[in-house]
């Protein structure tokens, strides 16, 4: 816990502005400083709600004794300072300074390079950067080099772009459209050093990035509360970025063969249908249902490409072998423009029959029932397209010498 005195406090208001971000807008005048809290809120408070944001700043002198706040006036800019480092990739908080709303961002290049622990003659960029804030419910306090917020400042929540801009040192600060609370992220000048060493070599890249970025949790099909891994994607990567992505994690030579399936957020269970290839654009697309978002995929390693699987139907056959009382389950893959007749074919290399010239019927159960027969005459191929074919349970039995013989004779019913 830190005590100051109240002559070393000094309150600001907070503003919306109009691109949706909050500021620390001016200092609670005389007036309202001998307000209570109550009817500063009331005052303060546009949305009628039961908060009162502000922020405090707090000014040290020599070895970090707080000292009174210096006097506002009207040509004063309170300006907020951070420091991005494109080896780390990381943006920290460096400063405030008060700057003259005539003066000119090229009169404080060396005190930002004192900040940053840089030489003073370092050449610098500086960018203008339109962070949101959210408010913690907590209110908690944090201590972010010398200055103490009432309210949690979060970053990054700007849309539907990164708003980042280059900032003219000549400029003056009020013809650069700064104001009070405005954030300048600054960095090394790599006009000589080049870029190609680094991800993202300057604030805008980086932020775009931080924007972006998704971290997913995949998981197998198969066994999907097991061998869970994350992977850092973006939220703007297309399908063949995200396989690809995943075909390095997983060590396979052809990401055309991952198949990918979206995660349902009301049951908590994979989607009932898989991904097609070239399905979505984006990853967003991906990890959305409805008016939900998340962040989990499940994938299988597929046999054969993805794209040569969707122009073939797969269908699951179970073989009831009669004389053994036996069970067999077989998958059979053939092009959609097949036959009954080619399944049935397809299926009797694959399962054991009594004689070698046996015929099969194939049936389709729903319910545990016999919903219909595809197949129960052996003199014709039906004609049915596998397209076409239902999504029901398939079961596939030989006919008996009993009822061929039967089908090889012609009846005439006589009435």
């Known amino acids: 816990m830190v005590y100051l005195s109240v002559q070393f406090q000094r309150y600001w208001l907070w503003a919306k502005r109009q691109n949706h971000t909050y500021r620390p807008n001016r200092p609670l005048t005389a007036q309202e400083e001998v307000q209570s809290v109550g009817q500063l809120r009331e005052v303060s408070n546009k949305a009628n709600n039961a908060e009162l944001k502000l922020f405090l700043e707090v000014e040290f002198g020599l070895e970090l004794q707080p000292v009174p706040p210096p006097e506002k006036i009207k040509e004063d800019i309170l300006l907020f300072f951070k420091l991005y480092d494109p080896s780390k990739e990381e943006i920290r908080y460096a400063g405030r300074l008060f700057v003259k709303g005539s003066g000119k961002p090229l009169e404080i290049l060396a005190k930002l390079n004192e900040l940053a622990g840089f030489l003073p003659d370092e050449e610098i960029e500086l960018f203008e950067v339109n962070f949101s804030s959210s408010f913690a419910a907590s209110s908690s306090t944090q201590n972010i080099g010398c200055d103490f917020y009432l309210c949690y400042l979060q970053e990054i929540k700007f849309e539907p772009n990164v708003m980042c801009e280059h900032i003219n040192r000549n400029l003056s600060f009020r013809g650069c ?71 390095r994690h997983l ?25 097609r290839y070239h399905g979505v654009d984006r990853l967003t697309e991906i990890l959305s249902h409805y008016n939900q978002t998340s962040d989990i995929l499940y994938y299988e390693v597929l046999d054969i490409p993805l794209r040569e699987l969707q122009g073939l139907k797969t269908l699951k056959v179970t073989f009831y072998h009669a004389a053994k009382d036996e069970v067999t389950i ?29 015929e099969l019927r194939l049936v389709e159960v729903f319910y545990h029932k016999i919903y219909k027969v595809l197949r129960c005459c052996i003199a014709s191929f039906y004609t049915v397209v596998l397209g076409l074919l239902r999504c029901f349970s398939l079961l596939s039995t030989q006919i008996s010498s009993l009822v061929v013989n039967l089908i090889s004779f012609t009846y005439f019913f006589v009435f």
């Open 177 to 247: 459209q700064l104001e009070d609370g405005d954030i300048i992220c600054f960095q090394k000048s790599l006009r000589k050093q080049g870029n190609e060493q680094y991800r993202f070599p300057e604030v805008p890249s980086f932020l775009e990035y931080v924007h972006n970025r998704q971290v997913v949790r995949f998981c197998s099909l198969e066994k999907s509360k097991e061998d869970e891994f994350t992977l850092e994607l973006s939220k703007q990567n297309n399908y063949d970025e995200v396989v690809e992505c995943l075909a």
């Open 251 to 275: 060590h396979l030579d052809d990401p055309s063969k991952v198949r990918l399936t979206s995660h349902n957020c009301y049951s908590q269970h994979p989607k009932p249908q898989p991904i």
């Open 330 to 358: 077989h998958t059979i893959r053939l092009p959609k423009q097949s036959t009954i007749g080619d399944v049935l074919n397809d299926l009797k290399t694959k399962v054991e029959l009594s004689r070698p010239d046996a």
